[in-house]
Every structure is written in structure tokens, then in C-alpha cells.
Nanobody
Framework: QVQLVESGGGLVQPGESLRLSCVAS????????IGWFRQAPGKEREGIAC?????????FVTNSVKGRFTISRDAAKRTVYLDMKDLTPEDTQMYYC?????????????????????WGQGVQVTVSS
């Protein structure tokens, strides 16, 4: 079993930056991709940034946040980060860390919750002046 624990959410003003962290514990995430999904009230959960758990398959960031959000990982710490800059009120959502046995990071993000085995509890990001 794998546990994913997010941290780093909070309230920021428009234009500011925020870093989310996701620490994985428990069983190894072999043959899994890991990434970040977000969900606004009344909307579907969307994969926004995903990364491979090995070094060979790189990362994927969806067009809606590309250029503002960056995903990275520290394998030794079993931690995945989401660095967000130039935040806008539209980024106000719940952010979830997720892992699943997709073949690529893009597949995990693009196929959405259907490919997810493990979810974190989520953190709230609020962008407001």
C-alpha cells in the first residue's frame, strides 16, 4: 500500500507563487507515474502535471498551466513538487497528489482519475486579493 501526503497549500494573492509537496510512503511505486490533479467545485478532477517515477520518461504539464507550473521530484526523499507561479483566481482549487500505473506521465494526466491507484487527501489553494 502507498500513502501520499500533500502539503504547501494556502492563501496567496494573485501573481504570487506557491510550492506544493507530495511525500510518498509505504510500498515502492514501481511502474507508476505520479502527478498532480486539481478540482474546482462542481467540475471534474483534472490532471495538470505528471512525472515518471524513474528517470527515463520525463514529465508532462498540461497546456492550461504550462509555463507557470513546474513538476519535479526528489527520488531520495520520495517527494514530488509542484511549483506554481503567476497564480490567478482561476487556480483556486483543491490539489491532489496521485499515482497510477499509466505507461507515461502524459497518460496519467490525460486519462484522469481512471488511471489512479492512489490519492492524497488534497490541499486547498486559494488565490485572492
Amino acid at each position: 500500500q502507498v500513502q501520499l501526503v500533500e502539503s504547501g497549500g494556502g492563501l496567496v494573492q494573485p501573481g504570487e507563487s506557491l510550492r506544493l509537496s507530495c511525500v510518498a510512503s509505504g510500498a515502492a511505486l514501481n511502474h507508476h507515474q505520479i502527478g498532480w490533479f486539481r478540482q474546482a467545485p462542481g467540475k471534474e478532477r483534472e490532471g495538470i502535471a505528471c512525472i515518471s517515477t524513474d528517470r527515463y520518461q520525463g514529465a508532462f504539464v498540461t497546456n492550461s498551466v504550462k509555463g507557470r507550473f513546474t513538476i519535479s521530484r526528489d527520488a531520495a526523499k520520495r517527494t514530488v513538487y509542484l511549483d506554481m507561479k503567476d497564480l490567478t483566481p482561476e487556480d483556486t482549487q483543491m490539489y491532489y497528489c496521485a499515482a497510477g500505473p499509466a505507461t507515461t506521465p502524459e497518460a496519467l494526466c490525460s486519462m484522469g482519475p481512471f488511471m489512479v491507484d492512489y490519492w492524497g487527501q488534497g490541499v486547498q489553494v486559494t488565490v485572492s486579493s
